[in-house]
């Protein structure tokens, strides 16, 4: 199976932006990563909407809650909402460690949230986690023709990190 995961973070930050890239390339995970910062454009990008008519499906979408124009909950709510777009793994990286931002995003089908770490160091390991769950765990091999499942709750704490 390729190990590598065609990426589209959701991310308005630069400075998050270049974090999440360095560390998906130092941990050998990506086959590319597409950004877009703010929730209209990402749903443009993913709807192949204009300019992004001929845009790659992403196989992991990693989404950030505070941005502008829609908000990485509005997003994941529409998401979920389009039949050809649901089955996306999503993964909630963000700095909101509320309970109520967590409650809504599992409430919206997010696939895991993962609460963006200071140190680099700390981020690695969170990308080998995000590797080792959805890429070797979750990801069946392409020749099945499979989609992942969104899972409405973790079942373990893998997913939830502070």
Request: aromatic letters at 8%.
């Amino acid at each position: 199976m390729n190990s590598k995961v065609k990426i589209f973070l959701i991310e308005d930050n630069e400075g998050d932006i270049v974090l999440t890239i360095q560390a998906f390339k130092n941990a050998d995970i990506s086959g590319g990563i597409n950004v877009a910062r703010d929730g209209e454009e990402a749903m443009r990008y993913l709807r192949k909407e204009g300019k992004y008519a001929g845009a790659e499906t992403p196989d992991l979408i990693l989404l950030d809650i505070n941005m502008p124009k829609l908000d990485g909950h509005e997003v994941l709510a529409a998401l979920k909402k389009d039949e050809t777009l649901r089955t996306i793994p999503v993964v909630m990286l963000t700095t909101s460690n509320s309970e109520k931002d967590i409650i809504q995003s599992y409430y919206n089908h997010a696939n895991c949230y993962i609460t963006k770490p200071q140190e680099f160091e700390k981020f690695i390991e969170v990308v080998q986690m995000i590797k080792d769950f959805w890429v070797t765990t979750v990801k069946l091999p392409e020749h099945l023709n499979y989609k992942p499942v969104t899972f409405l709750y973790p079942k373990n704490d893998i997913c939830t990190t502070k």
